[in-house]
């Protein structure tokens, strides 16, 4: 079985490949839902994030409470590289499992959607990489249709990740999404077509 990285930059459309590929039969194994899961009410990895950040982290049910971790970490570089040794670990861990599972399910392919493919050294494990990118003006206008943000704040978000460009010269495969749906959906198509006849 071949397991392929996604990524691509906030806006860039990387969710909706990720369903595209879902919806032609392809797993998708999400890395946000297994950091989710790596840090659940009851986990090993939700204890030590209260041990590393204290019980305010969590919600009244238990939960941990996304957000005030969050605050905690946005501007403060060292605590993030703390959470991130807390969670990485355990999201590579989770995921190999879920590739195994799939595996032994029958599947010729994978995808894994990351944000953070390159910025945690997953691209190295991928047979490989599928970059979805599209213009910053598409990607602010996009973020800024989901959840209402202000242009400046969405460039922000944009300079504190990876560059695209950078990216680019690191990926086996662009798909460029400055298009309609039904462009993006041509172009998942036949790359699904190219990764199959491998």
Excluded at 3 to 30: D, R
Excluded at 52 to 57: A, C, E, K
């Amino acid at each position: 079985m071949s397991v392929y990285g996604l990524t691509g930059g906030i806006g860039a459309g990387k969710s909706t490949v990720a369903n595209l590929f879902q919806e032609s039969g392809i797993p998708v194994v999400l890395a946000d839902d297994v950091g989710r899961q790596v840090a659940s009410k009851g986990s090993d990895g939700l204890a030590e994030i209260v041990r590393s950040f204290g019980p305010d982290v969590l919600e009244r049910n238990g939960e941990l409470d996304r957000r005030k971790l969050g605050a905690l970490i946005f501007n403060d570089p060292d605590r993030r590289r703390e959470l991130e040794g807390i969670l990485h670990p355990r999201v590579r861990d989770q995921s190999r499992e879920l590739f195994n599972q799939l595996e032994q399910a029958g599947n010729q392919i994978v995808v894994y959607e990351s944000a953070l493919l390159y910025e945690t050294q997953r691209h190295t494990e991928m047979r490989g990489v599928i970059l979805v990118a599209a213009s910053e003006e598409q990607r602010i206008a996009r973020v800024r249709s989901r959840d209402g943000s202000e242009v400046e704040a969405v460039r922000q978000r944009i300079k504190a990740q990876m560059d695209e460009e950078e990216k680019r010269g690191l990926a086996d495969y662009i798909i460029e999404n400055n298009r309609d749906l039904q462009a993006l959906r041509r172009e998942v198509d036949s790359l699904i077509e190219q990764l199959l006849g491998r």
